[in-house]
């Protein structure tokens, strides 16, 4: 058993990861800044985390943590302070407090900015895809941090399949529950650290497809 800090832990993304963590038999820590709309699940406890608080703030809710996770972001509203440098304060809270290891939820192609013209829903959200690239190539370059980074194409509110297809690929979708799990289940595949996966749907099971990652 772990005991697991999620950032972002409202969301709708996080709703789903918190349920599979919690069924794998973790303890869970979900920081939003209404902490009220975290899903309130047995081995949850709810914090205020705001993204805008010094690193020390913020080390001190996940003090006691063995995994982060970052699944916050700001729909656009507050890139620079939340799904960028929100993100680097949560690595560097995890690194103070000898935290090893760290999954970023990120997005399809967001260290290849040559690819974000080649599909209309990345041209739309350059800043996005900037913020994302600047939290990604932290993560990889300015930590020691046991990371994995996962890029999900469009994420649809349609229910969980299952199967997915790592790799880089088109611009295509992926029903929120497939993103958790897959999250939730680099925890289970030590291959997983130190690598950044792009998924999207697909006919792969979603531990198969991890445990088949290439590097
Ligand atoms: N939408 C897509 O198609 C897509 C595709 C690929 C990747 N992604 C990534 O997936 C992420 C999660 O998506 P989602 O739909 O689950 O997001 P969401 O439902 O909007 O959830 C965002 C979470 O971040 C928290 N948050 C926002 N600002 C914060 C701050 N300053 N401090 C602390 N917490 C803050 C929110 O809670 P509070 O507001 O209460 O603080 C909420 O818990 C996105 O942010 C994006 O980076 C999205």
């Not at 809270?93 to 260290?111: Q, W």
């Not at 209309?120 to 990889?140: G, H, P, R, S």
Request: some cysteine; hydrophobic content about 40%; aromatic content about 6%.
């Amino acid at each position: 058993m772990s005991k697991i800090f999620v950032a972002g832990g409202s969301g709708r993304v996080a709703t789903e990861l918190i349920k599979d963590l919690v069924s794998d038999g973790n303890q869970v820590v979900a920081g939003a800044r209404r902490p009220e709309k975290i899903t309130n699940l047995e081995g949850v406890s709810a914090v205020k985390l705001d993204l805008h608080a010094e690193v020390n703030e913020i080390a001190k809710l996940m003090n006691d943590c063995d995994v982060v996770y970052f699944v916050a972001g700001s729909r656009g509203n507050d890139l620079l302070q939340t799904d960028a440098f929100g993100a680097v304060k949560t690595m560097m809270a995890a690194e103070k407090d000898g935290i090893k290891r760290y999954v970023m939820l990120s997005s399809m192609y967001a260290l290849q900015p040559e690819m974000w013209t080649k599909y209309k829903a990345l041209a739309e959200i350059t800043d996005y895809n900037i913020a994302k690239f600047f939290a990604d190539n932290y993560l990889i370059h300015n930590t020691d941090l046991a990371y994995t980074i996962v890029q999900p194409a469009t994420l649809t509110e349609e229910p969980g399949t299952g199967l997915v297809t790592l790799g880089a690929g088109g611009d295509t979708t992926n029903p929120i529950p497939d993103v958790a799990k897959v999250l939730a289940n680099t925890l289970k595949h030590e291959n997983t650290i130190g690598k950044v996966i792009m998924m999207r749907s697909g006919k792969t099971p979603i531990d198969d497809a991890l445990s088949n990652l290439n590097d």
